[in-house]
């Protein structure tokens, strides 16, 4: 019991300190902004017009390495010798950064400062890199038609697997139409992720969706090789189709060599 009560009051101390720092400093919450690999991202200063004396610094890191700044309307964003060189962009009127063609070695801690009267107001950016999505690839793990028995009136299934490749952070889900059917989640690099399903028939509803939480991939399930469409789902695997279309070009060969025969030996009669 007092061990516990020793840690409540540990932990209020602690974060009663953690508010005082914060107050001090005036930062507030870190802001999370994800983004994928290759694209830009802006890291607004909510500041709508940067007043000809003020002076507004951005750094990177924990080393806080100065990255951009404008003062008395100069605008500086070249971050010599960073890595975040040539990529940077400020917003003259807002201060606003962006950072061009991010890669995910420009993850990490970007800070504002903007220095106001008697003072300095602190923002923080929390910047996650993500890898691009692959589209997931649908296959079928079995023929077409696996009736139970040959009786039945050709109860089909068909196994699809959906799969992706080197993701990490990602949830695969099958849907039909706007409803989730299933779905699994890796947080870890995984090497290969598949999300099997079972369907009696295609329609082009069916789709497998490869999501990060602010962004996704899909594949439409639409390539009839695949299963049986629902539309004409009574041609069990076409075979009989296949016959039927023989017999009846077979029969319109023999139609067609029967007339030319005629024709010839009508003309020749003549
Ligand atoms: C996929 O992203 C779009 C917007 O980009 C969103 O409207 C949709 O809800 C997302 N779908 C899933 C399954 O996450």
């Not at 983004?35 to 709508?48: F, I």
């Not at 960073?82 to 990529?87: A, F, S, V």
Request: net charge neutral; aromatic share 6%.
């Amino acid at each position: 019991m007092r061990v516990f009560r020793s840690r409540m009051m540990f932990s209020f101390l602690r974060t009663l300190i953690l508010i005082l720092l914060c107050d001090v400093f005036g930062s507030d919450d870190v802001k999370s902004v994800s983004v994928l690999e290759g694209d830009s991202v802006s890291l607004n200063t909510d500041v709508t017009e940067v007043q000809s004396e003020q002076k507004i610094m951005w750094t990177f890191g924990p080393q806080r390495t100065q990255i951009a700044r404008i003062y008395k309307q100069n605008i500086d964003t070249d971050a010599t010798n960073t890595i975040l060189e040539n990529r940077l962009q400020m917003d003259n009127q807002t201060g606003s950064l962006t950072v061009r063609n991010i890669r995910s070695e420009h993850s990490g801690l970007y800070e504002l400062q903007i220095y106001i009267y008697r003072g300095i107001s602190v923002k923080r950016f929390s910047v996650s890199v993500y890898a691009l999505l692959p589209v997931p690839v649908i296959t079928s793990n079995s023929s077409n038609c696996s009736s139970s028995s040959p009786s039945s009136s050709s109860v089909s299934r068909c196994s699809l697997l959906c799969s992706v490749v080197n993701v990490s952070a990602v949830t695969l889900s099958w849907y039909k139409g706007n409803s989730l059917l299933s779905s699994i989640s890796v947080s870890d690099l995984s090497i290969s992720l598949s999300l099997p399903l079972e369907i009696e028939c295609l329609d082009d509803s069916y789709r497998c969706v490869v999501a990060y939480s602010f962004t996704n991939r899909t594949k439409h399930l639409n390539n009839t090789d695949l299963c049986q469409p629902c539309s004409d789902s009574v041609h069990c695997c076409g075979s009989t189709e296949a016959v039927i279309r023989l017999v009846v070009s077979a029969l319109v060969g023999v139609a067609t060599v029967a007339v030319v025969v005629y024709d010839i030996t009508s003309r020749r009669a003549q």
